[in-house]
């Protein structure tokens, strides 16, 4: 297993191409779907032959620091969904983007919080990041809430995406939060 980093409950691992069933199965669930697709599910050869590719190029060209690892239980070794910290595609490698996305049977314990804080904490400490960014749905409570709880702050609203307009809420739009270097170490 390639680690990436390990919380006290979880591990974070790069991705392997084998794990393409992981991310099928996460994504087949319309409540873990709700607020991405509407509730549909993603297409399987859309994971095997886009998604997945894109994750594993991603360590290649971020030399395995930045990217979307698979986070599972430590002990027992479920896999639970994933975590991303990674850079635009053209953007500065010093502003990432944080993102999770938890299987249904690990939502409410803490997990999403535990991973990102410990992705806050490498960001800021190892990577060099400046800033550190999320967006999500207006509507998405859970997800909102994680980002409140990492100490970020709401610094815009934006439009929802021309392939998101299904999605419940699409006329609130989105919600982007942040966080410096600086907002963190002050704690
Ligand atoms: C959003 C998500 C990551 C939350 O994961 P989680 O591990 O359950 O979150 P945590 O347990 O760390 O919860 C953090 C806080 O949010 C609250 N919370 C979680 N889900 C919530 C919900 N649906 N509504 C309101 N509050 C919620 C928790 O109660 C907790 O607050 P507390 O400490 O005051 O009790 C998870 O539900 C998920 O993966 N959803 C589907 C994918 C998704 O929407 N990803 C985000 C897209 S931007």
């Known amino acids: 297993m390639d680690i990436y980093l390990e919380t006290e409950r979880l591990t974070l691992r790069r991705f392997t191409a084998d794990d393409a069933d992981l991310l099928i199965e996460l994504d087949s669930d319309p409540a873990v779907m709700r607020y991405l697709s509407g509730g549909e599910a993603t297409a399987p050869e859309i994971v095997r032959e886009r998604h997945l590719p894109f994750i594993v190029a991603g360590y290649e060209k971020w030399g395995g620091e930045l990217g979307l690892f698979a986070a599972q239980e430590r002990d027992g070794g479920a896999f639970i969904g994933w975590f991303c910290l990674r850079p635009e595609p053209d953007g500065p490698r010093h502003e990432a983007e944080l993102g999770y996305r938890l299987r249904q049977a690990s939502w409410g314990k ?48 934006t439009p929802t ?27």
């Open 110 to 157: 803490g997990y999403a919080t535990e991973g990102s804080r410990a992705l806050l904490h490498k960001g800021f400490t190892e990577l060099g990041m400046r800033t550190i960014w999320a967006e999500t749905m207006t509507l998405n409570r859970g997800s909102r809430k994680v980002m409140e709880k990492l100490g970020m702050t709401l610094t815009d609203h």
């Open 161 to 187: 995406p021309p392939d998101m307009q299904m999605v419940e809420g699409a006329e609130l739009g989105g919600v982007r939060y942040e966080i410096t270097g600086e907002q963190w170490e002050r704690g």
